[in-house]
């Protein structure tokens, strides 16, 4: 027998209420994000505080994001980083990167957020140390994946280059509101996903945990 709750709205709120500590910055964030479309695409402040408590329980001090929107993860993990820890997270959207500058600034944490924008993948891969760039291979405590999931199986590849040993990948939307389970769902995202959960299935370069925690986050720690 498996022992799981069943996270009802009733408990998400209790959750909420014994939890959640929302800083006003943060908040302030938020709404302005909830009058933006796409604002759905923002991680809930539980998410965010809990990118924050990963942080410090891994010491965490380099973390990369791919998937930057408004800013709210990206605020969370600066946050949460000791003195001299950056977070680099890259968007395709200059207009979201700066609103995310923006209220990074006004959170007072922007020494620590290095915005990118341009495609994931051409950033990431930038990081490589082609082209003459800085090699960040192997220097990243933490990569957060949070953009396109079309881009996920891509965005992971490059991660586990950029990550270090025994460093983690969250990789965020991996139940994707369920559709994943769902046969009847066959859009571009739904089959990007499945596809993406069935390659970290097998992925014997790290060691693997998806937990259902908001819309599904894979642990992949690399070995
Ligand atoms: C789910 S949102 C990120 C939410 C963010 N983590 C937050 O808490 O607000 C996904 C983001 O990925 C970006 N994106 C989509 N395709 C991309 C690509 N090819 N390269 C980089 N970013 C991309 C979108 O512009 C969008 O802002």
Redesign the pocket.
């Given at each position: 027998m498996r022992v799981q709750v069943e996270v009802t709205s009733a408990l998400q709120d209790y959750i909420a209420e014994m939890s959640l500590r929302e800083p006003a910055a943060l908040a302030a964030l938020r709404e302005e994000?909830e009058q933006m479309p796409?604002a759905i695409?923002?991680?809930s402040p539980e998410e965010?505080q809990f990118l924050g408590v990963l942080v410090r329980a891994l010491g965490a001090s380099r973390v990369l994001?791919?998937?930057?929107?408004?800013?709210?993860?990206?605020i969370s993990i600066a946050r949460a980083l000791p003195a001299g820890g950056s977070v680099l997270s890259?968007?395709?959207?200059s207009e979201?990167s700066s609103i995310a500058l923006a209220h990074a600034r006004r959170a007072g944490v922007e020494d620590k957020v290095d915005l990118r924008v341009?495609?994931?993948?051409g950033?990431l891969t930038g990081l490589t140390g082609l082209a003459g760039r800085a090699d960040r291979r192997g220097s990243f405590d933490l990569v957060?994946i949070?953009?396109?999931k079309e881009?996920y199986a891509d965005y992971y590849e490059i991660a586990l280059r950029l990550v270090r040993p025994g460093g983690l990948i969250l990789v965020?939307n991996v139940l994707w509101h369920g559709a994943v389970l769902d046969e009847a769902e066959q859009d571009s995202e739904t089959t990007a996903i499945r596809a993406f959960n069935e390659k970290i299935r097998e992925d014997e370069r790290v060691d693997l945990s998806i937990l259902p925690f908001a819309d599904g986050l894979a642990f992949a720690v690399k070995r």
């Open positions: 994000t796409g695409m923002q991680v965010g994001e791919v998937g930057t929107f408004t800013g709210y993860s990206t890259c968007d395709i959207s979201a341009g495609d994931a993948v950033v957060f949070d953009a396109d881009g965020d």
